[in-house]
C-alpha cells in the first residue's frame, strides 16, 4: 500500500521562526513601500512608473505571503495550488483589460483611437 | 484505500480523510476564502486602471500633505500590525497564552487606528467637494473608484478588527485556540497584502507634481 505523504497532526507551517527574521521581513515591506513612495516623485512616464510600482508591489506581497503568512512554510503542492489558482484568475482578467478599449473607444483591443488620453 | 485516504489508531482503515496537503479544513477555508478576495479586489484594481486609462480628464489631485503623508502613515501602521499579529501567533503556538491575547488585541488597536485615519482622510475628501459622483478636479468616476475601492478595503479592515477583538476574546476565554488566531491571522496579512496594492495605484499614481 503506498503511504500518503500527510500528517494530519503535523501543521508544515510552524511559526517557530526567530523574531529577529520576522523583524528583517518586516524592515523589508517598509523599505519597499517607501520605494514606492519615492517613485511616486520621479519623473517618469505614467507607464514606467507604474511598471516600477506594480514590480515592487509584487515584491512587497511576496514577502508578506511566503513569511508573513507562511506559505513558504506549506508543502509544494499547497504553495502551487494558491498561487497557480490565484495567478490564473488574475492573468485571464487580463484578456478584459487588453479588450477594454474596443468597449470604451469602439476600436478592437489596445490600439488607441486618435485624440484619446491613454 | 487512495492515497488521500488514511487511518487513525483506534480508527477503522478508510474512515478518516486526511486533510489536503495537511492543512486543516479551517486554514484551508481561509485560503480559499483569500484567493477569492484577491480575485475580487483584482478585478475592482483592473475596472480602476480601464476606467483611468479610458478618461480624458483623469485628476491627480493628492498632495504631499496632508494625502501623501496620510497614506505612509497608514502603511507603517497596517505593516506593523501585521508583524504584532504575527507574534501573536507566534506567541500562541508556544503555549504563551497572555502574550498571544496581548499581540492580537495591540493588532485590532492598529487596524482601528488605520480606520480612523482613513475616515479623516475620507471626511477630507468629502469636505473639499469630492463624493461617489462628483468632484472637483475631473471626472466623476475618481470619486467613484476612489471611495469604492479604498471602502472595500476599510471594509475589510474593520470586519478585521471585530474578528481580532471577538476571536481574541474567546481564545482568553478558552474557546479558541492557537490555531484559530493562525486563521485570522492569514486575513489580516490578505488585508495588509491588499494595501500594498491599493496604495501605489489609487494613491500614489494620482499625486499632483
Not at chain 1, 521562526?17 to 511616486?40: H, N, P
Not at chain 1, 506559505?71 to 498561487?83: D, H, Q, S
Not at chain 2, 470619486?143 to 470586519?159: K, P
Not at chain 2, 474578528?163 to 476574546?169: H, P, S, Y
Amino acid at each position: 500500500m503506498d503511504m500518503p505523504d500527510v500528517q494530519p497532526h503535523e501543521p508544515a507551517a510552524r511559526y517557530a521562526d526567530s523574531i529577529t527574521k520576522y523583524i528583517v521581513i518586516y524592515v523589508c515591506i517598509l523599505v519597499l513601500a517607501g520605494v514606492q513612495f519615492a517613485i511616486a516623485y520621479t519623473h517618469l512616464s505614467g507607464t514606467a512608473m507604474f511598471a516600477r510600482m506594480l514590480f515592487v508591489a509584487l515584491a512587497e506581497a511576496g514577502l508578506a505571503l511566503m513569511f508573513f503568512m507562511h506559505l513558504w512554510g506549506e508543502k509544494r503542492g499547497f504553495v502551487l495550488f494558491v498561487l497557480i489558482i490565484t495567478g490564473f484568475v488574475i492573468m485571464a482578467m487580463q484578456y478584459g483589460w487588453t479588450d477594454s478599449y474596443r468597449m470604451e473607444l469602439g476600436v478592437p483591443y489596445s490600439q488607441s483611437k486618435p485624440g484619446a488620453v491613454q | 484505500m487512495s492515497q488521500a485516504e488514511m487511518s487513525l489508531p483506534g480508527h477503522p482503515a478508510g474512515t478518516l480523510t486526511a486533510p489536503a496537503f495537511s492543512v486543516p479544513a479551517k486554514k484551508m477555508a481561509m485560503w480559499l476564502f483569500i484567493i477569492a478576495d484577491a480575485a475580487t479586489f483584482a478585478a475592482v484594481l483592473v475596472a480602476y486602471g480601464f476606467l483611468r486609462n479610458g478618461s480624458p480628464n483623469w485628476p491627480t489631485p493628492f498632495r504631499f500633505s496632508p494625502t501623501v503623508l496620510n497614506a505612509m502613515l497608514m502603511t507603517f501602521i497596517l505593516v506593523t500590525s501585521s508583524l504584532t499579529m504575527l507574534l501573536g501567533v507566534r506567541a500562541g503556538k508556544a503555549g504563551e497564552k497572555p502574550a498571544a491575547f496581548h499581540w492580537t488585541m495591540i493588532t485590532a488597536i492598529g487596524g482601528l487606528i488605520f480606520a480612523v485615519l482613513h475616515l479623516r482622510e475620507w471626511l477630507g475628501m468629502i469636505h473639499q467637494g469630492a463624493t461617489l459622483f462628483h468632484n472637483p478636479w475631473g471626472t466623476g468616476l475618481f470619486g467613484a473608484s476612489f471611495f469604492s475601492i479604498t471602502g472595500l478595503h476599510l471594509l475589510h479592515v474593520t470586519a478585521g478588527v471585530i474578528a481580532l477583538v471577538a476571536v481574541g476574546v474567546r481564545y482568553k476565554g478558552g474557546r479558541y485556540g492557537a490555531d484559530d488566531l493562525e486563521v485570522l491571522g492569514l486575513y489580516w496579512h490578505f488585508v495588509d497584502l491588499v494595501w500594498m496594492f491599493v496604495v501605489p495605484f489609487v494613491y500614489l499614481l494620482n499625486v499632483a507634481h
